[in-house]
């Protein structure tokens, strides 16, 4: 019976199943098999709904995506917010960014991973591609200002190193494991230090 | 009579064309849309050729996904060999295939970008994400080796390092402009000193 019970409250198939519950697993699908390539039928099979169930909770395939890649957007944003209202340096906010989007993509993982592989096909990827761009530039400018403060190495392109970092940060939709060996924590520290300090030993720092 | 010459043979479609043209242009079309959702028939359309006439020079879409993803990673290979067969220490080693990397992903863009994106839907896929992984598994013994010989931080977790460097090297798919600010000689060299010694300036460093 408990058996039963377990396995009936996992079986995402069932009717009753959530708004919530219908996105999330239409952006899994669109993630394995590609947001073009996934019909609303292959949707309703994948989740043991019919057609019209699914339309119960949503107009579109469209609307998901719009849904899922606004919620990826707005943590992001939420970061950046948090960053500027720290009020610290540039290196304090540009450390907290990198922080704060390594810990953001662990948590939002399929959003993100959604939104990073959108390619501009339809009105709503390029208003999600274009606040994309916003992020990248906010990120630019406090490279460019920390340079400024000296706290960056002003010889470094702040172009090539904003998008360098960004692509550091973002392989975490392609590779992070809830079940995996560090913490979205532990990778927060990892993924700041590397940025900030590189992998190199220093033999000519203090020891402890 | 010049603009004409100039326009037929930036045209694309006209017949003539090579099976390095037909696959080129088609592994740019499934980056542009996606290589699900990319049909045999609208190939057809943007070559400006029919289905048999793209038939002469491949037997199927699978060919080209095939052949586009061993170009890409026999073009890595040759950077591991020849890594490897420069008989440095771990540090130079791990500096050259960041350099290599760097420019074989500038250089291949299109074919690396589709071999990035695969996500293991058949026999092909799964076959080119295994030569994938062994090039992560290369990567990851190196900085361990880096890690033994003294020349890269112990502390970091060596598996989250390699994933996160080659996340930094492979958003050059993303975004790497051949008309851009930096040549691929040079992004080479900032992704090699990014992954080294991080943005942060050295108040301490003898300068100059």
């Excluded at 906010?138 to 904003?162: C, F, K, T, W």
Aim: glycine share 8%.
């Amino acid at each position: 019976m408990a058996e039963d019970t377990q396995r009936r409250s996992s079986n995402r198939g069932r009717p009753g199943y959530g708004r919530e519950d219908v996105i999330r697993t239409a952006v899994e699908a669109f993630n394995d098999v590609g947001y073009e390539a996934m019909s609303m039928n292959a949707l309703a099979g994948r989740l043991g709904l019919t057609k019209s169930a699914i339309y119960h909770h949503i107009s579109s395939k469209e609307q998901i995506l719009k849904e899922a890649t606004d919620r990826a957007l707005d943590t992001l944003d939420a970061v950046v917010r948090s960053c500027e209202h720290s009020g610290g340096t540039a290196e304090d906010r540009l450390r907290a960014l990198l922080r704060g989007t390594t810990l953001a993509l662990c948590h939002e993982a399929p959003y993100v991973t959604l939104l990073l592989r959108l390619r501009g096909n339809s009105p709503v990827e390029l208003a999600a591609l274009d606040r994309r761009r916003q992020f990248t530039g906010y990120l630019i400018e406090l490279v460019e200002e920390a340079q400024e403060e000296g706290a960056v190495r002003p010889d470094l392109d702040a172009h090539s190193v904003a998008r360098l970092l960004f692509g550091m940060v973002n392989s975490l939709t392609e590779w992070y494991n809830p079940d995996g060996r560090l913490s979205p924590g532990e990778l927060a520290q990892v993924t700041e230090e590397l940025a900030f300090q590189g992998v190199e030993a220093r033999g000519t720092r203090p020891e402890k």
